[in-house]
């Protein structure tokens, strides 16, 4: 069954580093996300990207995140000055229409 | 916008039991789906309930979706241990191309 993969599984950064996570969705797949989830709480969402743009974005997605898909099949979530409240699960998910998700099995990001 | 909730926050019950969990939600929605999360794992999806549907199984698992209340239920027949589980609903809401989870119920089966 396709699969949606993310690499790191686990990254460690300093406060105030970059850094880039690397999701590749399903190839057939038109819609990307990336949701994050604090440890204890729940899943936000974070954005959306069809069509080489982004399509939505919650008030989580500031000035220190973006997201790109770069070749065609990688699509990345970027956060330039990292906080320690930044630590979180960061999930991306894929889907072939508005519903209908796949969901990656995660970056756990920790902010040191 | 949207903001699942789910009740009971942890439920705990013998194998063998059936689990129920409760998931409530504000306003209109396209579909509703239910998701698992092992402890920090990913998110696994189980089944999905468009919003002219009420009732739908898979395996031992079974939604119902009452949309004049706006909620939504999971129930999981006959439970195993390799059930424990965080169980989270999520709305898909019109006009928006994302998902709103609710804060999930923890679910112990107990061997």
């Known amino acids: 069954e396709p699969e949606v993969t993310q690499t790191p599984s686990h990254q460690v950064t300093q406060m105030g580093q970059e850094v880039i996570l690397r999701c590749v969705p399903i190839?057939?797949?038109?819609?990307f996300y990336w949701y994050r989830q604090i440890l204890g709480q729940k899943v936000e969402f974070l954005v959306s990207?069809?069509?080489?743009?982004?399509?939505?974005k919650s008030e989580i997605f500031d000035d220190q995140f973006s997201v790109e898909r770069p070749d065609g099949s990688n699509f990345t979530l970027k956060i330039r000055s990292t906080k320690l409240e930044d630590s979180a699960m960061y999930f991306c998910?894929?889907?072939?229409?508005?519903?209908?998700?796949?969901f990656g099995s995660g970056t756990r990001l920790t902010v040191v | 916008s949207q903001q699942g909730e789910e009740d009971p926050q942890a439920l705990s019950i013998q194998e063998g039991e059936n689990a129920t969990m409760n998931c409530s939600y504000k306003?209109?929605?396209?579909?509703l789906q239910w998701y698992r999360q092992n402890s920090g794992r990913g998110l696994v999806h189980l089944i999905l309930?468009?919003?002219?549907?009420r009732e739908k199984h898979s395996g031992r698992l079974r939604v119902t979706l009452d949309t004049s209340k706006k909620s939504s239920s999971l129930l999981i027949t006959a439970s195993r241990a390799a059930d424990t589980a965080s169980y989270f609903c999520?709305?898909?809401?019109?006009?928006?191309?994302?998902?709103?989870f609710g804060t999930g119920t923890r679910l112990t089966v107990i061997p």
């Open positions: 998910a894929s889907s072939s229409q508005s519903y209908g998700y796949t």
């Open positions: 190839s057939n797949h038109l819609y």
């Open positions: 990207f069809y069509n080489n743009e982004i399509s939505e």
């Open positions: 306003t209109s929605i396209n579909n």
């Open positions: 309930i468009r919003s002219n549907e």
């Open positions: 999520a709305t898909d809401e019109p006009g928006a191309n994302n998902l709103f």
